[in-house]
Structures are given as structure tokens and as C-alpha cells.
């Protein structure tokens, strides 16, 4: 692909902290490459506004490549920005062209507080992994990988639900602020597996509980959360935790 | 699990959603079938005979005191589900995600919903509350059902509000068929995708027959 230069504006949510009530501010961006990843092009910008004594932008980003989830910015009315299938550190410039406004907002949901400007809190996340999306091992030495045998359609359904990578898109893009596309991925990792099947029950019903306790919504299967997730998770994923749920709700004491 | 935790859970509100709305879809099947009796052109004999039946029953008669409460329900936990749903993010978007990703009228089921019931209070006020009150609201005697739709539908503004529910159920339909049945636990693809035909046949051919209905009287057809 050919290579260009381009002017953006970006209009970026600046809040100073939890309490603050923050605000849009206006920043003209010049000389960004078109072969720039879309955090480069907000490094040039924060290098500009350090020179200037002025206070950076502050945003998650760990790994840059697509795999931690931590970056979590919500760009021009989309999780993680226009590109399918994609995190914001994966996405680059050339998405972009000269005289581009970008509008970039941090993930909004209750049980996602804003920390500081596109830092949002996502704790959360974890308290619902500690609720029940673990397994139980023996100790001693490490049994052999194949001792195990797993039939190949779970083992496949089962990798592509461990593909979450935790990032929140699907909260930020459901209208109910639901976290079912996560925790529905982290139940079926684990529910699809002989390894998952100890704690099968407790899992879906105390990882359910643990979400509904942080304050996310229910589902309407509307279907946006799937259309953002970066790691492609399927709906179904939800349609099976829902299953898993009920049946282990109905066999409780 | 006590049932209280299992209802009172987000899963287990969608679980109640789900199952009235394929109880009042069933509903749906029995009273578009009876109501088609309409179309036997016989002056309203066939449909009469089979509005007598279930007004003078007692098993429909008990059923339909179960389809007010699976009516009831579905309403008032669609409203708090939509209130609960919209409080969970107090601080919303600049730019709006709008419709990438989903469907319009999957974002707007308490809307759609809304505007259902709107049509059933004026629907239930035309038919069921004056034949009922002639009942004295037990097994008494029944006013003449056919007649009274033929008045009824004579007003076009009424046949406009009959069609414009018979659209919003469509709309709510289109969506809440599959989804109650994922909401159920259905995850098989197989299943799903047969189940996503069904209910786009169902939400497209079930309101339309309905609709069919009053146009038919104002036009003169039956
Ligand atoms: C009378 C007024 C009605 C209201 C206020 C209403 C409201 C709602 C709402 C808000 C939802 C979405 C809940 C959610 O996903 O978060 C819903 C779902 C649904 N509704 Fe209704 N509704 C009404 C009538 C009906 C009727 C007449 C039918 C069927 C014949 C129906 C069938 C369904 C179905 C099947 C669902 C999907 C359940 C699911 O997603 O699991 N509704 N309704
Ligand atoms: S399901 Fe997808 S969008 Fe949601 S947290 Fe996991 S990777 Fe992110
Ligand atoms: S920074 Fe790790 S996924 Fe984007």
C-alpha cells in the first residue's frame, strides 16, 4: 500500500479523574504516516503536549499486538475503532485519510468508572474470573498433555471461546451495558473441557452472580458485542452460558 | 440455588421474557386461527360458533385467566428489564454506535413493546371487555362477536391503529422469536438457523393475517 502523510484532528474525552466531570478537547494532529499504528499516532501527540508542559492523554496499552485487551478505546461510535475483528493497537493510520476528525471516548458502562481521560476500570472483569473461571488441578508433577483425550469439534469451540483476550469492547457496545459475551466466553472455555467439568455448576452459576453483583446488564441478543469483539467470540457463546446457567440453577439444592 | 435467585438474576429475567413471549406466540397461533373463521363467508356463523366456544367454556375460560397473567408478566418485567438495562450506563456515548453491528428493532423491544400495548388496551376495550361485562364476566350470555367487529372496523382510524399494531408486533416478533430461544439455552447452529426461518416466517405471515382482518371489513370483503 502506498505511503502518505495526512492532517487529523482528533477530539479526545479528557477527564482528570474519577470525580472529575471531564469534557471533549480539540487537538490538531500534523505529519501523522499512514503505516503508523493508531497509539503511535496519539504517542506523537502526547510527545507534543509533554513539550508543551501540557498534561498527556492517558490510555490503557499493554502489549501492542493484539493480544493483553487493554486497550480499550471506543473511536468515531465503535469499540476499538472502524477495522473488523481488530484492536485499537492493531489498527493503524492508513484507515485514515488527510482533513479526518476522530472522535475517541473511553468505554462507558457504570461497572466501567472512568480512572482518568480513556483509562477506564475494568476490575470487574477480574472479580468475575476469580467468581469461578479457574479449574481445579492436582499438585505434584505435570500430567502429559494428551492424557486427556478431547473430542476435536469441543476442543476447537472450546479455543475459540479462550480467544478472550478480557478487552470490554462488547460491554462498550451494548446498549445494556451486558458482560455476557465475556463471562458466556469464559464459561464455555472451560464447560467445553473434561478439565472444566469439577466446577461445571458453580462456575455459571457464581460467575453469573459475581456479574450481575458489579453492576452490568442483562442481554437482549441484539448481537452488537459479537460484531466488535476483536477475537471474533460468537454469540452462541452466549446462548450455551444461558443453557448452563438454567440447568445448573435447576438442579441446585 | 433458591427460585427467587435463579428469577431475580439477569439470566433468569430473560428467562421470563422468554417464556411468556412463547406462550403469548402460541396464543398467537390460536387466536389467528379462530379469528380466520372470519373468511368462511358464511355470515359470521363459523366465527361465532367458535367465539361462543371459548367464552362459554370453562377450560379456555380458566386458560385465559393464565394468558392475562403470562400477558401481565411479559409486561411488567419487559419494563423493568428496559429500565434496568438503561441505567447501567449513566454517562452515554458522544457518537452513537447506531446500528453497527445490530438491528434496530432489537434495540427497541420496550418500544415496540410500548406501542403493543397501547393497541391491546384499545383492542381488549373494542372485543373482550364489552362481550365479557355482557358475561357479567362469568359463563353468561355473549353479544355477537362478528357484528361487532363489522361496526368496529367500519371507522378507518381504528383499521389504521389495528394495522399499526399488527406492524409494532411484527417488528417485536422479528426479534423476540429467536432470541427467546436462544435466551432458552439454544446454542446448536443447526437449530438456530431453523428456528431464525421460523420466526421470520411467523413475525411476517402471523401479523399480516391479523391485518387482513380489519381490511377485510372495511372493505368489504367479509
Ligand atoms: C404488551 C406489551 C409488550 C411489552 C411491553 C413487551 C416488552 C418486551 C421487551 C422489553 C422485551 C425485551 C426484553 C429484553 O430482551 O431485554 C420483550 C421480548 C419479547 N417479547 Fe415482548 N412485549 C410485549 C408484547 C409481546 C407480545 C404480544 C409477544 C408475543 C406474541 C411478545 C413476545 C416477546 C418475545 C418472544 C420476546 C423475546 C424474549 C427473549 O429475548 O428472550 N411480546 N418484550
Ligand atoms: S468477548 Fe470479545 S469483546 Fe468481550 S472481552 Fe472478550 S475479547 Fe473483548
Ligand atoms: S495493547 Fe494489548 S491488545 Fe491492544
Known amino acids: 500500500?502506498?505511503?502518505?502523510?495526512?492532517?487529523?484532528?482528533?477530539?479526545?474525552?479528557?477527564?482528570?479523574?474519577?470525580?472529575?466531570?471531564?469534557?471533549?478537547?480539540?487537538?490538531?494532529?500534523?505529519?501523522?504516516?499512514?503505516?503508523?499504528?493508531?497509539?503511535?499516532?496519539?504517542?506523537?501527540?502526547?510527545?507534543?503536549?509533554?513539550?508543551?508542559?501540557?498534561?498527556?492523554?492517558?490510555?490503557?496499552?499493554?502489549?501492542?499486538?493484539?493480544?493483553?485487551?487493554?486497550?480499550?478505546?471506543y473511536i468515531d461510535g465503535r469499540p476499538h475503532g472502524p477495522w473488523e475483528q481488530n484492536t485499537t493497537c492493531q489498527l493503524h493510520m492508513r484507515a485514515y485519510k488527510?482533513?479526518?476528525?476522530?472522535?475517541?471516548?473511553?468505554?462507558?458502562?457504570?461497572?466501567?468508572?472512568?480512572?482518568?481521560?480513556?483509562?477506564?476500570?475494568?476490575?470487574?472483569?477480574?472479580?468475575?474470573?476469580?467468581?469461578g473461571g479457574y479449574i481445579s488441578v492436582n499438585t505434584g508433577n505435570a500430567v502429559d498433555a494428551n492424557a486427556m483425550p478431547v473430542e476435536k469439534d469441543k476442543a476447537d469451540a472450546a479455543f475459540a471461546a479462550a480467544a478472550c483476550i478480557g478487552c470490554g469492547a462488547c460491554v462498550a457496545a451494548c446498549k445494556n451495558s451486558s458482560a455476557l459475551l465475556f463471562v458466556s466466553a469464559k464459561v464455555s472455555h472451560l464447560a467445553l473441557l473434561p478439565q472444566g467439568s469439577p466446577e461445571r455448576k458453580s462456575r455459571a452459576l457464581n460467575m453469573v452472580a459475581q456479574m450481575d453483583k458489579e453492576g452490568f446488564g442483562a442481554c437482549t441478543n441484539t448481537g452488537a458485542c459479537e460484531a466488535v469483539c476483536p477475537k471474533g467470540i460468537s454469540i452462541t457463546n452466549i446462548a450455551r452460558l444461558n443453557a448452563e446457567f438454567s440447568l445448573a440453577a435447576l438442579v441446585s439444592q | 440455588m433458591k427460585w427467587s435467585e435463579m428469577f431475580t438474576s439477569s439470566i433468569g429475567k430473560k428467562l421470563v421474557m422468554s417464556l411468556t413471549g412463547i406462550f403469548l406466540i402460541l396464543f398467537l397461533i390460536v387466536h389467528v386461527s379462530l379469528n380466520a373463521c372470519i373468511w368462511a363467508m358464511d355470515g359470521g356463523e363459523m366465527f361465532n360458533k367458535g367465539a361462543h366456544f371459548m367464552g362459554s367454556n370453562v377450560v379456555p375460560r380458566i386458560l385465559e385467566v393464565g394468558l392475562f397473567a403470562g400477558l401481565l408478566l411479559h409486561i411488567i418485567q419487559g419494563f423493568m428489564l428496559e429500565f434496568q438495562n438503561r441505567s447501567k450506563r449513566r454517562q452515554g456515548y458522544a457518537v452513537a454506535m447506531g446500528s453497527k453491528g445490530s438491528?434496530?428493532?432489537?434495540?427497541?423491544?420496550?418500544?415496540?413493546?410500548?406501542?403493543?400495548?397501547?393497541?391491546?388496551?384499545?383492542?381488549?376495550?373494542?372485543?373482550?371487555?364489552?362481550?365479557?361485562?355482557?358475561?357479567?364476566?362469568?359463563?353468561?350470555?355473549?353479544?355477537?362477536?362478528?357484528?361487532?367487529?363489522?361496526?368496529?372496523?367500519?371507522?378507518?382510524?381504528?383499521?389504521?391503529?389495528?394495522?399499526?399494531?399488527?406492524?409494532?408486533?411484527?417488528?417485536?416478533?422479528?426479534?423476540?422469536?429467536?432470541?427467546?430461544?436462544?435466551?432458552?439455552?439454544?446454542?446448536?447452529?443447526?437449530?438456530?438457523a431453523l428456528l431464525n426461518a421460523t420466526g421470520i416466517g411467523f413475525s411476517i405471515i402471523i401479523p399480516f393475517v391479523f391485518a387482513m382482518m380489519p381490511v377485510s371489513f372495511y372493505m368489504g370483503w367479509v
Open chain 1, 1 to 73: 500500500m502506498e505511503h502518505y502523510m495526512m492532517n487529523l484532528t482528533l477530539k479526545v474525552w479528557r477527564q482528570k479523574n474519577a470525580n472529575d466531570k471531564g469534557g471533549f478537547e480539540s487537538y490538531p494532529v500534523k505529519n501523522i504516516s499512514s503505516e503508523m499504528s493508531f497509539l503511535e499516532m496519539i504517542d506523537v501527540l502526547n510527545e507534543e503536549l509533554i513539550r508543551d508542559g501540557k498534561d498527556p492523554i492517558a490510555f490503557d496499552h499493554d502489549c501492542r499486538e493484539g493480544i493483553c485487551g487493554a486497550c480499550s478505546m
Open chain 1, 98 to 131: 488527510d482533513g479526518d476528525t476522530i472522535t475517541i471516548e473511553p468505554w462507558r458502562a457504570n461497572a466501567f468508572p472512568v480512572i482518568k481521560d480513556l483509562i477506564v476500570d475494568r476490575s470487574a472483569f477480574d472479580r468475575i474470573i476469580q467468581a
Open chain 2, 103 to 192: 438491528k434496530w428493532y432489537s434495540r427497541s423491544m420496550g418500544i415496540l413493546g410500548s406501542l403493543i400495548l397501547i393497541f391491546l388496551v384499545v383492542h381488549i376495550s373494542d372485543f373482550w371487555f364489552p362481550n365479557r361485562s355482557n358475561q357479567g364476566f362469568l359463563l353468561g350470555e355473549e353479544i355477537n362477536l362478528y357484528d361487532k367487529m363489522q361496526v368496529t372496523f367500519q371507522e378507518l382510524w381504528v383499521v389504521i391503529l389495528y394495522i399499526a399494531g399488527c406492524i409494532s408486533l411484527a417488528w417485536h416478533l422479528l426479534h423476540g422469536f429467536q432470541s427467546a430461544f436462544r435466551t432458552l439455552g439454544v446454542s446448536n447452529k443447526k437449530y438456530l
